[in-house]
C-alpha cells in the first residue's frame, strides 16, 4: 500500500516562495506519472502540473507556468513543487497524486480522474 504525505505549505507573502514536498511510502510505488493540483473551498480541484516519472517531462497550467517548477527524486520517491513569485490568487490546498496509467503527451494527467492515489494535502496561503 502506498501513501502520500505532502509538507512544506504556510503562510507567505505575496511574492516569496515555498517549496512543496510530496513523499512516498510503500513497496509498490511505480508510478507512469505524478501531479499537483490545488483546489479551493467551493471550487473543483484545478491542475497545476505533472511529471512522468521515468522521463521527467513536465507540463504546467498556463496559470503558473515560469513560476512553479515540478520535479522528482526517483532514489528518494519524492516528489517536488517550487513556488516562486506566490500571488494571493495562488491561495489553495495543494495536493500530489500519482498514477499508474500511461498515456502518450501530457493531456490526460491534467485530469484528477487519471489519478488515483493522493495524499492529504498542505494549505498554502499568500498574503497581499
Known amino acids: 500500500q502506498v501513501q502520500l504525505v505532502e509538507s512544506g505549505g504556510g503562510l507567505v507573502q505575496a511574492g516569496g516562495s515555498l517549496r512543496l514536498t510530496c513523499a512516498a511510502a510503500?513497496?509498490?510505488?511505480?508510478?507512469?506519472?505524478m501531479g499537483w493540483f490545488r483546489q479551493v473551498p467551493g471550487k473543483e480541484r484545478e491542475f497545476v502540473a505533472s511529471?512522468?516519472?521515468?522521463?521527467?517531462?513536465?507540463d504546467y497550467a498556463d496559470a503558473v507556468k515560469g513560476r512553479f517548477t515540478i520535479s522528482r527524486d526517483n532514489a528518494k520517491n519524492t516528489l517536488y513543487l517550487q513556488i516562486a513569485s506566490l500571488q494571493p490568487e495562488d491561495t489553495a490546498v495543494y495536493y500530489c497524486?500519482?498514477?499508474?496509467?500511461?498515456?502518450?503527451?501530457?493531456?490526460?494527467?491534467?485530469?484528477?480522474?487519471?489519478?488515483?492515489?493522493w495524499g492529504q494535502g498542505t494549505q498554502v496561503t499568500v498574503s497581499s
Open positions: 510503500g513497496r509498490t510505488f511505480r508510478p507512469y506519472a
Open positions: 511529471i512522468k516519472w521515468i522521463t521527467g517531462d513536465t
Open positions: 497524486a500519482h498514477t499508474g496509467q500511461l498515456w502518450p503527451g501530457h493531456y490526460y494527467y491534467r485530469f484528477s480522474d487519471t489519478y488515483n492515489l
